[in-house]
């Protein structure tokens, strides 16, 4: 996959792009990443890229004729997805990001300041996706947010087979309880079914661990999930008042 992202500060993207497995997703031939300065394409001596709103108002706003001709310099295929970073855009999501994983290129804006011309998303904006409902100071961070969920997901990026199977909202569900070594810690020991080697069992008990999990603290999210007659019925057993079902009845 091919990324680019333009932003006002393309500093801001080294530490992250150059560390763990984003550093690895390039190491291995699975990424490539450019930050772009937008104002590289501006037209007059100044490097001049925002301006005072029409109308009044507090902020400056990022000029389209700069950000428009920097999209398109970036974006030689029409299919590409030109995607603004914004708090009015589509919510971000673990199916969205699995979408754009499927992407061989994708680019990104950032906007900055009070945000960018109108102009710019009649012109140049195929998609406007959103991390969260609140405000940031600029598109930066947020695009971090979407490259890291959208490039972990890229086959071979994290190396084992599956390993974003089980991950929280992956099947629409949080993501059960993990153990590891000591297998006593503090008084408080591993679940006996982790170490028994049964695995059907083990496969069973993480299902039910994050149906448990979902329920507890994001019970809405169960309304959409992929759900069998064994997980409705256990999730039954759980709104019953009298006592909580073991996780392996």
Same mark, same amino acid.
């Given at each position: 996959?091919?990324?680019?992202?333009?932003?006002?500060?393309?500093?801001?993207?080294?530490?992250?792009?150059?560390?763990?497995?984003?550093?690895?997703?390039?190491? #291995?031939?699975?990424?490539?990443?450019?930050?772009?300065?937008?104002?590289? =394409?501006?037209?007059?001596?100044?490097?001049?890229?925002?301006?005072?709103?029409?109308?009044?108002?507090?902020?400056?706003?990022?000029?389209?004729?700069?950000?428009?001709?920097?999209?398109?310099?970036?974006?030689?295929?029409?299919?590409?997805?030109?995607?603004?970073?914004?708090?009015?855009?589509?919510?971000?999501?673990?199916?969205?990001?699995?979408?754009?994983?499927?992407?061989?290129?994708?680019?990104?804006?950032?906007?900055?300041?009070?945000?960018?011309?109108? #102009?710019?998303?009649?012109? &140049?904006?195929?998609?406007?996706?959103?991390?969260?409902?609140?405000?940031?100071?600029?598109?930066?961070?947020?695009?971090?947010?979407?490259?890291?969920?959208?490039?972990?997901?890229?086959?071979?990026?994290?190396?084992?087979?599956? &390993?974003?199977?089980?991950?929280?909202?992956?099947?629409?569900?949080?993501?059960?309880?993990? =153990?590891?070594?000591?297998?006593? =810690?503090?008084?408080?020991?591993?679940?006996?079914?982790?170490?028994?080697?049964?695995?059907?069992?083990?496969?069973?008990?993480?299902?039910?661990?994050?149906?448990?999990?979902?329920?507890? #603290?994001?019970?809405?999210?169960?309304?959409?999930?992929?759900?069998?007659?064994?997980?409705?019925?256990?999730?039954?057993?759980?709104?019953?008042?009298?006592?909580?079902?073991?996780?392996?009845?």
């Amino acid at each position: 996959m091919k990324i680019d992202a333009l932003s006002l500060f393309p500093a801001m993207f080294a530490s992250i792009m150059n560390a763990s497995m984003m550093w690895k997703a390039q190491d #291995r031939g699975l990424l490539s990443f450019r930050a772009h300065d937008i104002r590289d =394409y501006a037209a007059d001596k100044h490097r001049q890229v925002d301006d005072a709103p029409y109308g009044g108002g507090g902020g400056m706003i990022i000029k389209p004729d700069v950000l428009v001709r920097a999209i398109e310099a970036l974006r030689p295929a029409t299919e590409t997805p030109v995607i603004l970073l914004s708090p009015q855009g589509k919510l971000l999501t673990h199916q969205v990001a699995a979408q754009l994983a499927q992407l061989p290129r994708l680019v990104l804006v950032c906007g900055h300041y009070e945000g960018v011309d109108e #102009r710019v998303r009649q012109l &140049a904006i195929t998609d406007e996706i959103s991390i969260g409902d609140y405000v940031l100071t600029g598109g930066e961070l947020a695009a971090l947010v979407l490259i890291d969920s959208v490039v972990r997901l890229i086959p071979g990026v994290l190396g084992a087979q599956g &390993a974003t199977d089980r991950d929280s909202h992956a099947d629409g569900l949080l993501e059960g309880a993990h =153990y590891t070594r000591p297998p006593v =810690y503090r008084g408080l020991t591993v679940p006996a079914i982790l170490t028994s080697g049964h695995h059907a069992e083990v496969a069973r008990w993480r299902r039910r661990q994050a149906l448990l999990r979902t329920w507890q #603290r994001r019970p809405e999210l169960l309304k959409n999930a992929a759900l069998t007659d064994d997980d409705r019925e256990w999730l039954r057993q759980l709104q019953r008042p009298s006592a909580a079902p073991s996780l392996l009845t």
